[in-house]
């Protein structure tokens, strides 16, 4: 038995929170999810542009937007924040986690609270918001989430062990979610973006002499958040019915790279 394959609408049309929609990767993904017609939550902490961003968004494309003030840090935030966003959409039938700091210490500067920052901003989240959403997913077929990880889930740099042990501890909590969220018709994947630009990567790269990235990228050249927001897009939707406990590694191949 065939079925269609003509993307005629993009589907699910439901809600979707995005975590550290205010800026970069996150900002990118709430623009792509509403030039389809999707509604869109901000959460982010930065409250003044996640309320400019949202209002941008609803602007230019019909759609209803909205920015929360949230520390993903705080759990107990999340209750009212789930409601506000429901409230604003009508329905909630997908999460990005896009939300995410640098770390500052190595291993040398390691201390209590750099962990509980980096563990508590990008993995906690993850677990805790999935478990307080499930009852929306369930109400709407074609849920999905996607994790925003990172290469460094997989490379190792000195320079940041609390947030490569954040994303990959991200994979192995959306290989587990993915078993338990299947039996209620919900896909969970992980986008592992490499080296895009936005306002966290740029100090960097300003930092480093002239085309460190690019020379191990085979692309040669570093990504956009566009980029990385259509693929965040198409596993949200119905297209990917069949993708779940996946990693979509954008990185314009880096990690595949053998180039010096
Ligand atoms: N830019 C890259 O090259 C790259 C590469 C791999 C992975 N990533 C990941 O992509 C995600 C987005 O990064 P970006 O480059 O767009 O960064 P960004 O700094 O542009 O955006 C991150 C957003 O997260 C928000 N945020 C941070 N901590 C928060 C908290 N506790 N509560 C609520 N909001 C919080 C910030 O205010 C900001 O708006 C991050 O998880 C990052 O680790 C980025």
Redesign the pocket.
Known sequence: MTQPLEPALHAPATGVII??????????CARALAAVGRPVAL????TA??GAEAKAIADAFGVPAVGLA?????PAAYAAAIAQSRAAMGTIGALV??????DTGSLDGLTEEVWA?GI???LR?LALLTRDLLADFKGNPGSAIVG?????ATLGHMANPV?SAG?SGMLGLIRSMADRLATDGVRINAV??????????KPTVELLPEGTFERRILLSR??T?EE?ARAVRFLLSDEASYITAAELVVDGGNISSQRM
């Open positions: 975590t550290g929609g205010a800026s970069g990767i996150g900002l990118a959460w982010d902490m930065n542009k996640a949230v520390d993903l840090r705080d986690h896009s939300a995410g700091i640098v920052n508590n901003t990008h989240p925003i990880a990172s290469i460094n947030y994303k592992s973006p490499g080296q895009i630009l936005t306002p966290m990567l570093l990504g958040p990385v």
